[in-house]
């Protein structure tokens, strides 16, 4: 083997991957295929994730910092540049005049569809190789995972106006947050 070069991930049946290995390089394989879709209207990915997160709601300054883990100078920093690219507004809160929630303009509306719907298409094309059953368990199973890892940090996924509702146990678009 060359100097540098690592060596595959022995499988560990015949054509199988590790549980650890399988869902290591397929988080790769998805990271750099929004990672492109993003790149086509000059996003970087948390910028992507910042107009998935609001394309169901308007959160706070906070639960923003919440649903994408940053801290909330990073959030500041992103919303204000999000907002000079008009993607993005601050609203004053109808419920406390202290908080501002961030929604999407109609251009980050727009942004944020066509990300989205090329994106889905390039995983769907992915997972043609499964049958529909397969891909169903697939959903379900990274559904459970990641439903609970955001209930561990208090995060609900399903959450349309805050993050500390329980989460629900059904939606069309599970993995999103």
Do not use: W
Not at 89 to 108: C, F, H
């Amino acid at each position: 083997m060359a100097s540098g070069s690592v060596a595959p991930p022995a499988p560990t049946a015949r054509g199988q991957l590790s549980t650890v290995d399988a869902l290591a390089q397929l988080s790769f394989l998805i990271h750099g295929t929004l990672e492109r879709r993003a790149g086509e209207h000059d996003l970087s990915i948390i910028q992507t994730r910042l107009l998935g997160v609001l394309r169901d709601r308007k959160p706070t300054m906070n639960q923003l910092a919440k649903l994408l883990a940053l801290d909330k100078s990073s959030i500041t920093g992103l919303v204000d540049r999000a907002e000079r690219r008009g993607l993005v507004m601050r609203v004053p809160s109808t419920a406390d005049r202290r908080s501002v929630l961030v929604a999407l303009t109609d251009d980050g509306r727009s942004v944020a569809s066509e990300v989205s719907a090329r994106f889905e298409a390039d995983v769907s094309r992915l997972l043609d190789c499964l049958p529909p059953p397969d891909r169903d368990a697939l959903s379900g199973l990274v559904s459970r995972v990641l439903i609970a890892h955001a209930a561990s940090q208090g995060v609900d996924l399903f959450a349309t106006t805050g993050t500390q509702a329980p989460p629900r146990t059904q939606r069309s678009d599970p993995g999103r947050p």
